[in-house]
């Protein structure tokens, strides 16, 4: 017994030594843990910090404009142009850091190809750190077969934190010049960190990438290379200083800029306040086109065939939706990259039949498609096939070049006769009826159109057609995520011929009338060709409205590329300057198929009649607004944080490309080359350009078309109003504080007097 009680005494005595001692070391180890905690915090804060000047970059499957400076934009104008001359437009770089980038974009090459690299990146699944970790000991450009250099690449940290710490250290960077070096390691490589922005942090509304990456993973890559090819890297720094000092000195494009805005706003003011007109006679038909500067002129012109009513609005109609193609398996998101898609729409054929033949036929051609494609990227068939299709590619080749629209007609009849073009319907079943009634009455109320229905009301989405552009998706509708509008314009039409969409509606104080009939249609804008979907009617009477309309929306479109044409360099009637336009967009080696946005200066939120009777030479994005069924604002608070910000990217990216062409831009289109199916390079090491190319923005050389001036909005509101929607909206007072875009009020209860908001946010009368 007193064994026993002696053995448990001295068991107790143990534990507690060893939970002194446990004590001691913990207390030992605890500053220790929270040192390199702190410290991992202070790095990750040092990389987030260090992206912050990057802009995001889509790919050439949906090009989305953005402002290349978006990072400085919480800078006033002035200084972020300042800022980006520093970072972004130098156009040597020391040698060392060149060939840095040459070796970094080879890797990034391989990674992000999306399918045209014949062999494929081993081991990308793993990440890009991970896969290049491992594939960077057998690259004999990095290493120089140097025993030292291949044993540190092989005890690289699996962390790329840790290897970004390893490299600082390594290259003898100081404490306080890490967070500028890491920037530095981004913007002498801006485009393909502007591209892994997107991927980043731009993809959420996507499926899922296979190939994962991160802010690290990249900057750990950059230093890793640059520890190997460059020890005195630490000298970058003060590059970077000696550029800063000279750019101060420079003279800034502000002062040209602002003298150009004074000379287009001042005379459209005047303009504006001269034709509000407060009738509004029955309509023949009303359309609905998007916001883009594009559907102005179409408007007009449209206008002076007949009694139409237009309206502007954000051309995916409110809709934020993902579209499906059943057949293809094709999937897109189809709304604005501020927002995530709610929904997923299926498109089918409209019948059981139509949707056999065309799976069939959309079978067949895919398979000529693949199996050519198979020939021409293999490794030894692409010789063979030049010996079995040599006569017939250069007879193609030639038909294409001296007789374009012969040889695209003549495809398109082949293409048909293996897969018959067939009418898709949506399917709503993934929409619940509450947002049904919900997008139907916000689409309405967001352009004033609550009351006064024509028979025919019309949602016209847009995009465009070209032939070997690669900056094709730059011309689609951008509220669609950089495709064509169609389809949202579909789902709308839908919805509100729906019977019970129209009780409910009615109930909200929307009364549409038993006879007004609802149809989607899309304007192709390098065409002027406007396409009617499901407008098949029985009522006669109704059908000989759309087939009228049909007629007046064709010489719309004559009116319009007349304009155009002239635009172009090409002065002919209207039938001649249609063919032009038509022949523009289907010759494979024309540079430039239309202007785009181009010349883009204002975006005005006003009833139509405001503009109607002014020519506003397709310069302003035109949005329809009433402020007198907006009480409370929220519509108006939607355009100014939605559609608006969205121009205020597309007028920066012009901006910006047309000030400096290769630092903002894409350079020529006659130089570029295509990477990975995902971006533009100029020759085959260049960075990733993220711009638009100079034949979008220059007549020639050395004249350019678009003008660089700011966005400058133009709200037909009380003053009130919009002053309690900027203070409710930080990115409204950044914008404006900042001066990236300019605001004008014409105050309807004030005698239309115009108001510009100040920067301080105060506003002054314009006089």
Same mark, same amino acid.
């Given at each position: 017994?007193?064994?026993?009680?002696?053995?448990?005494?001295?068991?107790?005595?143990?534990?507690?030594?060893?939970?002194?001692?446990?004590?001691?070391?913990?207390?030992?180890?605890?500053?220790?843990?929270?040192?390199?905690?702190?410290?991992?915090?202070?790095?990750?804060?040092?990389?987030?910090?260090?992206?912050?000047?990057?802009?995001?970059?889509?790919?050439?499957?949906?090009?989305?404009?953005?402002?290349?400076?978006?990072?400085?934009?919480?800078?006033?104008?002035?200084?972020?142009?300042?800022?980006?001359?520093?970072?972004?437009?130098?156009?040597?770089?020391?040698?060392?850091?060149?060939?840095?980038?040459?070796?970094?974009?080879?890797?990034?090459?391989?990674?992000?190809?999306?399918?045209?690299?014949?062999?494929?990146?081993?081991?990308?699944?793993?990440?890009?750190?991970?896969?290049?970790?491992?594939?960077?000991?057998?690259?004999?450009?990095?290493?120089?077969?140097?025993?030292?250099?291949?044993?540190?690449?092989?005890?690289?940290?699996?962390?790329?934190?840790?290897?970004?710490?390893?490299?600082?250290?390594?290259?003898?960077?100081?404490?306080?010049?890490?967070?500028?070096?890491?920037?530095?390691?981004?913007?002498?490589?801006?485009?393909?960190?502007?591209?892994?922005?997107?991927?980043?942090?731009?993809?959420?509304?996507?499926?899922?990438?296979?190939?994962?990456?991160?802010?690290?993973?990249?900057?750990?890559?950059?230093?890793?290379?640059?520890?190997?090819?460059?020890?005195?890297?630490?000298?970058?720094?003060?590059?970077?200083?000696?550029?800063?000092?000279?750019?101060?000195?420079?003279?800034?494009?502000i002062k040209a800029i602002q003298q150009s805005e004074s000379d287009y706003l001042a005379p459209l003011l005047n303009k504006l306040g001269l034709h509000k007109n407060n009738?509004?006679?029955?309509?023949?038909?009303?359309?609905?086109?998007?916001?883009?500067?594009?559907?102005?002129?179409?408007?007009?012109?449209?206008?002076?065939?007949?009694?139409?009513?237009?309206?502007?609005?954000?051309?995916?109609?409110?809709?934020?939706?993902?579209?499906?193609?059943?057949?293809?398996?094709?999937?897109?998101?189809?709304?604005?990259?501020?927002?995530?898609?709610?929904?997923?729409?299926?498109?089918?054929?409209?019948?059981?039949?139509?949707?056999?033949?065309?799976?069939?036929?959309?079978?067949?051609?895919?398979?000529?498609?693949?199996?050519?494609?198979?020939?021409?990227?293999?490794?030894?068939?692409?010789?063979?096939?030049?010996?079995?299709?040599?006569?017939?590619?250069?007879?193609?080749?030639?038909?294409?070049?001296?007789?374009?629209?012969?040889?695209?007609?003549?495809?398109?009849?082949?293409?048909?006769?293996?897969?018959?073009?067939?009418?898709?319907?949506?399917?709503? $079943?993934?929409?619940?009826? &509450? !947002?049904? %009634?919900?997008?139907?009455?916000?689409?309405?109320?967001? +352009?004033? =159109?609550? #009351? @006064?229905?024509?028979?025919?009301?019309?949602?016209?989405?847009?995009?465009?057609?070209?032939?070997?552009?690669?900056?094709?998706?730059?011309?689609?509708?951008?509220?669609?995520?950089?495709?064509?509008?169609?389809?949202?314009?579909?789902?709308?039409?839908?919805?509100?011929?729906?019977?019970?969409?129209?009780?409910?509606?009615?109930?909200?104080?929307?009364?549409?009338?038993?006879?007004?009939?609802?149809?989607?249609? $899309?304007?192709?804008?390098? &065409? !002027?060709? %406007?396409?009617?979907?499901?407008?098949?009617?029985?009522? +006669?009477? =109704?059908? #000989? @409205?759309?087939?009228?309309?049909?007629?007046?929306?064709?010489?719309?479109?004559?009116?319009?590329?007349?304009?155009?044409?002239?635009?172009?360099?090409?002065?002919?009637?209207?039938?001649?300057?249609?063919?032009?336009?038509?022949?523009?967009?289907?010759?494979?080696?024309?540079?430039?198929?239309?202007?785009?946005?181009?010349?883009?200066?204002?975006?005005?939120?006003?009833?139509?009649?405001?503009?109607?009777?002014?020519?506003?030479?397709?310069?302003?994005?035109?949005?329809?607004?009433?402020?007198?069924?907006?009480?409370?604002?929220?519509?108006?608070?939607?355009?100014?944080?939605?559609?608006?910000?969205?121009?205020?990217?597309?007028?920066?990216?012009?901006?910006?490309?047309?000030?400096?062409?290769?630092?903002?831009?894409?350079?020529?289109?006659?130089?570029?080359?295509?990477?990975?199916?995902?971006?533009?390079?100029?020759?085959?090491?260049?960075?990733?350009?993220?711009?638009?190319?100079?034949?979008?923005?220059?007549?020639?050389?050395?004249?350019?078309?678009?003008?660089?001036?700011?966005?400058?909005?133009?709200?037909?509101?009380?003053?009130?109003?919009?002053?309690?929607?900027?203070?409710?909206?930080?990115?409204?007072?950044?914008?404006?504080?900042?001066?990236?875009?300019?605001?004008?009020?014409?105050?309807?209860?004030?005698?239309?007097?115009?108001?510009?908001?100040?920067?301080?946010?105060?506003?002054?009368?314009?006089?």
């Amino acid at each position: 017994m007193l064994q026993q009680l002696l053995l448990t005494v001295r068991a107790i005595i143990m534990y507690e030594q060893h939970s002194m001692a446990t004590s001691h070391i913990k207390e030992k180890l605890n500053p220790l843990k929270d040192s390199q905690k702190n410290s991992s915090d202070n790095l990750n804060s040092l990389i987030k910090e260090s992206w912050e000047k990057i802009s995001p970059f889509w790919p050439l499957k949906n090009l989305i404009a953005v402002n290349p400076l978006q990072g400085l934009e919480d800078l006033p104008i002035e200084k972020a142009m300042l800022e980006g001359a520093v970072f972004f437009e130098q156009k040597e770089f020391p040698a060392s850091m060149s060939l840095i980038n040459r070796q970094t974009i080879k890797w990034l090459q391989a990674f992000f190809d999306e399918g045209q690299a014949t062999i494929g990146m081993p081991l990308r699944n793993n990440g890009l750190y991970q896969a290049w970790k491992r594939l960077a000991y057998f690259d004999t450009q990095l290493h120089g077969g140097d025993t030292h250099k291949k044993q540190w690449l092989l005890d690289l940290p699996t962390s790329p934190e840790s290897a970004i710490s390893a490299c600082l250290l390594k290259l003898n960077i100081p404490t306080e010049d890490q967070s500028l070096f890491l920037t530095l390691m981004l913007t002498t490589l801006p485009g393909w960190a502007a591209h892994i922005k997107y991927r980043i942090h731009w993809t959420e509304g996507e499926l899922l990438h296979p190939h994962a990456v991160s802010e690290a993973d990249y900057i750990a890559i950059r230093l890793i290379i640059t520890s190997l090819l460059w020890e005195e890297a630490a000298d970058l720094v003060e590059w970077h200083q000696k550029i800063q000092a000279r750019q101060v000195k420079k003279i800034s494009p502000i002062k040209a800029i602002q003298q150009s805005e004074s000379d287009y706003l001042a005379p459209l003011l005047n303009k504006l306040g001269l034709h509000k007109n407060n009738a509004q006679p029955v309509s023949e038909a009303q359309l609905i086109f998007c916001i883009d500067v594009r559907s102005e002129p179409f408007r007009r012109a449209l206008e002076s065939t007949g009694n139409y009513e237009t309206f502007g609005c954000a051309g995916f109609f409110g809709i934020p939706t993902r579209i499906n193609n059943t057949t293809t398996k094709e999937s897109y998101t189809s709304c604005p990259v501020l927002l995530q898609p709610k929904h997923t729409i299926n498109e089918s054929p409209c019948s059981s039949q139509a949707c056999t033949q065309d799976h069939k036929g959309y079978l067949q051609l895919n398979t000529v498609k693949a199996l050519y494609q198979a020939l021409k990227y293999n490794f030894t068939t692409p010789f063979g096939l030049v010996e079995l299709l040599g006569f017939t590619s250069g007879f193609w080749m030639a038909l294409r070049t001296l007789f374009p629209i012969l040889a695209i007609e003549f495809r398109r009849s082949i293409t048909h006769k293996i897969r018959p073009p067939i009418t898709v319907t949506p399917s709503l $079943e993934n929409i619940d009826f &509450t !947002d049904q %009634v919900t997008y139907a009455e916000s689409a309405l109320k967001a +352009i004033g =159109l609550t #009351k @006064k229905f024509a028979s025919l009301v019309i949602f016209c989405g847009h995009g465009s057609a070209t032939q070997n552009n690669a900056y094709a998706t730059a011309l689609d509708c951008g509220a669609c995520g950089g495709r064509h509008g169609a389809s949202n314009a579909r789902i709308l039409a839908k919805i509100l011929n729906t019977d019970t969409i129209r009780e409910s509606l009615n109930q909200r104080g929307i009364s549409i009338p038993k006879e007004t009939y609802f149809i989607a249609a $899309e304007h192709n804008t390098t &065409t !002027d060709e %406007v396409e009617m979907y499901a407008a098949d009617t029985q009522d +006669i009477i =109704l059908a #000989k @409205k759309v087939h009228k309309l049909k007629s007046d929306l064709t010489e719309a479109g004559r009116l319009n590329s007349s304009r155009r044409s002239k635009d172009m360099g090409f002065d002919g009637d209207e039938n001649k300057s249609a063919q032009h336009t038509k022949l523009r967009s289907i010759d494979w080696a024309q540079v430039r198929p239309e202007w785009g946005l181009a010349r883009n200066a204002s975006f005005i939120v006003a009833p139509r009649e405001i503009t109607k009777k002014i020519d506003l030479e397709g310069r302003a994005f035109l949005h329809s607004y009433d402020y007198l069924q907006d009480p409370d604002g929220a519509i108006l608070t939607t355009i100014l944080t939605a559609p608006m910000v969205v121009a205020q990217w597309i007028n920066t990216q012009y901006l910006f490309s047309t000030l400096d062409n290769v630092a903002y831009g894409s350079g020529s289109k006659i130089t570029k080359n295509i990477c990975g199916k995902i971006g533009i390079m100029q020759g085959n090491a260049s960075d990733l350009m993220s711009g638009l190319p100079l034949q979008s923005v220059y007549q020639t050389d050395t004249m350019a078309y678009h003008e660089p001036v700011r966005l400058m909005v133009i709200v037909y509101s009380t003053l009130g109003l919009i002053d309690e929607i900027i203070k409710k909206q930080s990115v409204l007072q950044k914008l404006f504080r900042n001066g990236w875009v300019l605001l004008t009020c014409i105050d309807p209860e004030n005698t239309h007097d115009h108001y510009c908001l100040n920067r301080d946010l105060t506003w002054k009368r314009h006089v």
